[in-house]
């Protein structure tokens, strides 16, 4: 069974910064790209950065860009979102979710979805 | 940047109903369309992809039509465990959009 569980959320002050997690279970990790995803409470879906199996392409939204890194330790079977100079509109809960696709399909929908880690920014 | 412009942003329909859900892209992205299912308080679940394809286990009732720039969601004959927001989404490529949402409810 596919699991993926994020962590790291919190409350953080703006202009700080956190890290989330993704723990990723129940299929061949290193096969395929995976992305995070965010909703702001009360709104839509916004897609925020994607990373495919091997690291070598990387995506990110404008929102995010020079601010957000997404990273994965193949090893560990684990994903990541390092988030810089954290801003109140960045609020949301954040979610990981599986390409449905494996390599040298190159990015494509998203078939599984973790629970998701609230971040809330404010002072 | 291609933009997806989903219509209506909601709906009330009775059980039973078909119930159509537009999808909109700014610029032709082929048939690389999914549509995901939200229900309320809970994780957004994959329900077609490629523009028409039905996930494994999703409903017959849900179908997905269209390429280029235009593409729709049907649910024929409604049911009260599909109310939820819907939502388009565009892979052809960075960035990964995803459309508003329309809200589907029954009357």
């Known amino acids: 069974e596919v699991q993926l569980v994020e962590s790291g959320g919190g409350l953080v002050q703006p202009g700080r910064s956190l890290r989330l997690s993704c723990a990723a279970s129940g299929f061949t990790f290193d096969d395929y790209a995976m992305h995070w995803v965010r909703q702001a409470p009360g709104k839509g879906l916004e897609w925020v950065s994607s990373?495919?199996?091997?690291?070598?392409?990387?995506g990110y939204a404008d929102s995010v860009k020079g601010r957000f890194t997404i990273s994965r330790d193949n090893a560990k079977n684990s994903l990541y979102l390092q988030m810089n100079s954290l801003r109140a509109e960045d609020t949301a809960l954040y979610y990981c979710a599986k390409n449905s696709l494996p390599r040298g399909s190159g990015w494509y929908c998203f078939d599984y979805w973790g629970q998701g880690t609230l971040v809330t920014v404010s002072s | 940047d291609i933009q997806m412009t989903q219509s209506p942003s909601s709906l009330s329909a009775s059980v039973g109903d078909t119930v159509t859900i537009t999808c909109r892209a700014s610029?032709?992205?082929?048939?690389?369309l999914a549509w995901y299912q939200q229900k309320p308080g809970k994780v957004p679940k994959l329900l077609i992809y490629a523009a028409s394809t039905l996930q494994s286990g999703v409903p017959s009732r849900f179908s997905g039509s269209g390429s280029g720039t235009d593409f729709t969601l049907t649910i024929s004959s409604l049911q009260p465990e599909d109310v939820a927001t819907y939502y388009c989404q565009k892979y052809n490529g960075a960035p990964l959009t995803f459309g508003g949402g329309t809200k589907v409810e029954i009357k």
């Open positions: 610029q032709g992205i082929s048939n690389h």
């Open positions: 990373i495919n199996w091997n690291s070598g392409r990387i």
